[in-house]
């Protein structure tokens, strides 16, 4: 997982509360701030931290990087549930995510004054929570818990709002004060209730301008409960459905953001970048694009996956009707997993190809779910793998398709799966990848991430 935050709140995670609401108050007089709500054109960059880096509070000093990488390929495995369209409901999208699965966190403040919130960044999911004032049955956290009446520029949705209309039936009507309830379930039995309402989104920015939103919708959570961490208090939805950060930025950003992945072997103190607006176009020498498919599943980000390649031996991803578009959106792009993965009988076809271009002999780790494994010693030489999406070549660096697990132990970064393929960040780093949801398309480019 990743902490996303900007300069201006770098410093201010390990000082107290109290000192972060003074800054952050004044931040707010400031004559930078930006209202994308008043159709003004955005273009601004934050950072991304990984989870396991020193900077995040999810950092145990006591993992070695090999049972910090195995944790990750178990969170990667795990979140494939959520979407698995056997146990999605079409209605609502937006309710098969697990909780725990989100590899990033996010640096934000809602209301006026503004309250810091530290929060799951899930490119997965859409609706903005945080757990609040009065809190019936929570999660235990480590900040204190957002309070309502405390902000000037709060407000609650009556039912029949377009605002509660937009989360579908996850959202519901309160008969005693006409205000409009929600409820999410995830697919590890976590869940969020509580109120749909409004309020002063603050984010941070690397060129120390703060962005100012008003009337965002979010969710005021009083009853959550299940495998949520200590260190985040709530979710913030970056997918493609219409209450999710990106879709209510809009206009503003032009439906554009983008991030740069740095590699796992990059310097502690080197951060990942994610982008919006002006500041996301992906263009230029080496840029590819792709179209991003739209689906009932609005949350998720579709592509096409047409074939893989090792080395000149080109493998098709299995179509059962060829005449029928049924191979548009075979793929979701996720951010928050870590291995790529595809159908399993594809897999197995892709797996033996790469064996056979290896000349070493496998080994096998038990405590892995990876498959296709070499002695990290052996002088290996992997094949290039190049993934086909539809008018675009995306070719992998070795790093993107072999994780260093251990010292002894070297595996190849894919996996089979009986659910719905996901393209993963490993696959995506050092590459800039850019999503114009107006356009719809997704774009790659070759990029030294850490430099950037």
């Known amino acids: 997982k990743c902490v996303i935050h900007g300069e201006w709140l770098r410093g201010l995670w390990e000082t107290d509360v109290n000192l972060r609401k003074e800054v ?58 959520h979407f698995s369209s056997k146990d999605a409901s079409v209605d609502s999208p937006q309710t098969e995510i697990t909780s725990n699965r989100g590899e990033y966190l996010m640096n934000i403040s809602l209301g006026t004054p503004p309250f810091p919130i530290m929060a799951i960044a899930d490119t997965g999911s859409d609706l903005i ?10 999660y235990t956290q480590n900040d204190p818990l957002f309070d309502p009446k405390a902000s000037s520029t709060y407000k609650y949705f009556s039912c029949s709002s377009s605002q509660c209309s937009a989360l579908g039936n996850q959202a519901s009507c309160s008969t005693e004060d006409n205000t409009c309830p929600y409820s ?64 209510q930025l809009g206009e503003s950003i032009d439906g554009k953001f983008s991030y740069c992945l740095i590699p796992l072997s990059s310097e502690n103190d080197k951060t990942s970048k994610i982008n919006f607006g002006t500041s996301a176009v992906v263009s230029g020498t080496g840029a590819v694009s792709t179209p991003l498919i739209t689906k009932s599943r609005e949350t998720f980000y579709y592509l096409t996956l047409e074939s893989i390649s090792v080395g000149s031996k080109n493998i098709k991803f299995p179509v059962s009707d060829p005449g029928s578009g049924e191979g548009e959106g075979n793929i979701i792009i996720d951010s928050g997993t870590t291995l790529t993965m595809l159908p399993t009988t594809f897999y197995s076809e892709l797996e033996d190809a790469v064996a056979s271009s290896i000349d070493a002999e496998r080994q096998n780790d038990p405590e892995s779910p990876l498959s296709l494994c070499y002695s990290a010693t052996a002088n290996l030489k992997v094949p290039v793998i190049t993934m086909h999406f539809d008018g675009a070549d995306v070719k992998l660096d070795s790093s993107n398709s072999f994780v260093q697990l251990s010292e002894e132990l070297v595996c190849f970064a894919f996996r089979g799966s009986e659910d719905l393929a996901i393209y993963g960040n490993l696959s995506q780093m050092n590459f800039l990848v850019g999503y114009d949801t107006v356009s719809k398309t997704v774009s790659f480019k070759p990029a030294d991430c850490a430099k950037m």
């Open 129 to 138: 929570w945080t757990q609040c004032k009065p809190c019936d049955d929570c």
């Open 24 to 81: 952050l108050i004044s931040l707010l007089s400031s004559p930078f701030l930006s209202n994308a709500n008043a159709h003004t054109k955005l273009g601004f960059t934050t950072d991304l931290i990984h989870r396991d880096s020193p900077k995040s509070p999810f950092y145990k000093p006591t993992e070695t990087s090999s049972q910090r990488l195995r944790n990750a390929i178990r969170r990667s495995v795990n979140r494939v549930v």
């Open 184 to 247: 999410i379930s995830y697919g590890d039995h976590s869940y969020t209730n509580g109120n749909v309402a409004a309020d002063t989104l603050t984010l941070g920015s690397t060129n120390k301008r703060p962005v100012q939103l008003k009337n965002v919708i979010i969710g005021c959570g009083h009853n959550n409960n299940g495998t949520f961490n200590k260190e985040g208090s709530g979710i913030v939805g970056l997918g493609g459905g219409p209450v999710s950060l990106i879709s």
